[in-house]
């Protein structure tokens, strides 16, 4: 399974900005199926940030909830990260992730800078 993320991008705080990231293969319609995206600030470890289920099940980091959104385009195989209302501590490498059944991938990093 490959995943590509894009979208990454300089925005002041405040802003917005939208990261997607398209897999080979779908996730949808087993539950045990997840897309997740993690992201990994500088001289910090890699945390958890949102994910989707192929049941369609989300969650979200504490951090970012009200102000991320995660969703998916079953046709495209696609799953998006909406982040609104952007701050500096969210400035970070933004990593997709899936896995499909017992088995991860990981896309490479996009970056999200954040100026305030």
């Known amino acids: 399974v490959q995943l590509q993320a894009f979208g990454g991008g300089l925005v002041q705080a405040g802003g917005s900005l939208r990261l997607s990231c398209a897999a080979s293969r779908s996730i949808f319609g087993v539950n045990s199926n997840t897309m997740a995206w993690y992201r990994q600030a500088s001289g910090k470890q890699r945390e958890f940030v949102a994910s989707l289920t192929g049941g369609g099940s989300t969650n979200y980091a504490d951090s970012v909830k009200g102000r991320f959104t995660i969703s998916r385009d079953n046709a495209k195989s696609t799953v998006y990260l909406q982040m609104n209302s952007l701050k500096p501590d969210d400035a970070a490498v933004y990593y997709c992730?899936?896995?499909?059944?017992?088995?991860?991938?990981w896309g490479q990093g996009t970056l999200v800078t954040v100026s305030s």
């Open positions: 992730y899936a896995r499909f059944s017992t088995t991860t991938y």
